[in-house]
């Protein structure tokens, strides 16, 4: 019986360690372990890098009544250039130069801002959020009737701005993204009668940005 007893006990716990081998690890054909390996989450990966974009979209000028400002006159073309450097994930540092048009009957204005933007970015691995803030200097044409005739004027003025965007990344080294920026500036124009006019507005942008 003592016999008996021993060899149902050994019988017992060698079921259970072939029940522990089962549970815990999986064999795959003979003499081989299939182990489970989990990936590793994606992390977010920075180098600072220079990039060079370009924009192009609608200008929609204020409506402040002339000649304080451009109440009246008509949406136009917004477009330009920059270079752009990201320090940090969440800043970059930009100089471009732009180019915007508007009118009212015979009375047409263009304007050449050259601008220094900041970029405060919220970084992720696709989609990328930001809001913006920079200054320049504004540099406007102005065609408009004098009571005889139609006269061209010139002038320049300082000018800030303020906007925010979303940026979509498609590639390592392209992103396309979509910018709002409202800006104000008041060239100095010397034959203009009264006020300077506000040249500013609101412009709506997509944008193309290529890393190097």
Known sequence: MINLARKTGKCTLAAMAVLVMTVF??????GRVVRRVYPEQ?????????????????????DEGFPDG???????FFGGLGLGYRSTPFLAFEGE????????????????PIVF???????????EPYLEAGVGIYFAEFEFFNGFGIETDTGAGFGFHLGAGLDFKISPGIIVGIELRWFTAEPDFSDVFGPDPDVGGLAINFLLRALF
């Open 25 to 30: 690890v999986v064999p795959d054909g003979w």
């Open 70 to 76: 451009l109440d009246g006159f008509s949406s136009g």
């Open 42 to 62: 994606p992390r977010y990966a920075f180098t600072p890098a220079p990039y060079v974009y370009g924009k192009f979209g609608m200008f929609n000028p204020n």
């Open 97 to 112: 130069i732009d180019f915007y048009e508007t009118d009212f009957g015979p009375e047409d204005l263009r304007v050449t």
């Open 117 to 127: 933007n900041f970029r405060f970015i919220y970084p992720t691995p696709s989609v």
